[in-house]
């Protein structure tokens, strides 16, 4: 096989035989198949797409590629989820916890943030003490006696995605729906989780900003996850606003523990316990309650057992940034948007993402939001509060919000977008 033939076949918008996909996966993973070859394959599937039956064959020589997980031996369910990236989207954190406590097992290997949208692994090491990096036999361990971990994936678990999306990452071929859904459902197929819930993002803080795209790329998703065995359902959600009050690392954990001492704000609750009640229906426990879960303690108290458990102190205080910059309203009035990309974006700016993965986060840095759209605002009202330990950076952030937000006059009619949009079984 040579690889030049392969990246023909794709650029002139033919069907790749599975022998040509084994071959090229593998090849490229043992170092043959050099980064540029692989980056010209990956713009011809950019342009060009794969089917169905590509699209499955791909994914099953990228879990082919590294080792596979076994939870058979816990005596639990086991259910996942996975979020394909937003701006305030820290609903793992309370998740977790809170669907360990309803009696699944949850092995929630996250990511870190890249460009506008967040990491959770960053957001967990705003925690004095907390590891991301746990040995399988410790990931195990924690799973068993808490029920619920996050950690970073082991280097073991599909080696091609992980080179694969870096080369992505660096060559303008992410937002792929065949190489999005591939990418996912191969670390999640060979996680070896029995159930996962996919949380779809659509909007401009979203891979997916229309419906349609996020429906092909959820039932893609949810079909290859169905013909590995593992029981798969997709919830696409609303993604133009930030989720919560709150983007950046130290700030979203701050947000994270209101939520599960049964406060927070109402969109990060509401989420929070949809995909708690699809991850238990996936697992089979049909009679647990996470509202419940969340209101009398329990969810809370697994979370504090889970951080203690990967080094965290639960009661530490979080790391508050140095500096603040408050932007206040321009007029009185109704905010009708607040555009989540804006929000990323500045967040970003102001240190709590990275430009490369090797780059470090600040803790504290990140934007507060002190309304969402639909509420009445009073001229001058503080609208938006910026954190930083640079504050050189202020005026960079604040270039990307400056055509964030909209108020229209007072009484204008706002209708909420509903948080769950849609729903792929
Ligand atoms: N997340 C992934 O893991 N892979 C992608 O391709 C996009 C988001």
Redesign the pocket.
Known sequence: MDVISVIRTKRDRGELTPDQIDWVIDAYTRGEVAHEQMSSLAMAVFLNGMNRTEIARWTAAMIASGERMDFSSLARPTADK?S??GVGDKITLPLAPLVAACGAAVPQLS?RGLGHTGGTLDKLEAIPGWRAQLSNAEMMDVLRDVGSVICAAGDGLAPA?KKL?AL?DVTGT?E?IP??????MS?KIAEGTGSLVLDVKVGSGA?MKNLDDARELAATMVELGTDHGVRTRALLTDMSTPLGLTAGNALEVRESVEVLAGGGPADVVDLTLALAREMLDAAGLTDADPAKALADGTAMDHWRRMIQAQGGDPDAPLPVAREQHTVTAPASGVLTSLDAYAVGLAAWRLGAGRARKEDPVQAGAGVELHAKPGDAIQQGQPLLTLHTDTPEKFDYALTSLEAAYDIAPAGTAVTRTPIVLDRIA
């Open positions: 996975h394909t990236g990511g995605d999306y992505r992410v792929s190489l999005i859904a591939s990418s996912i670390k891979f």
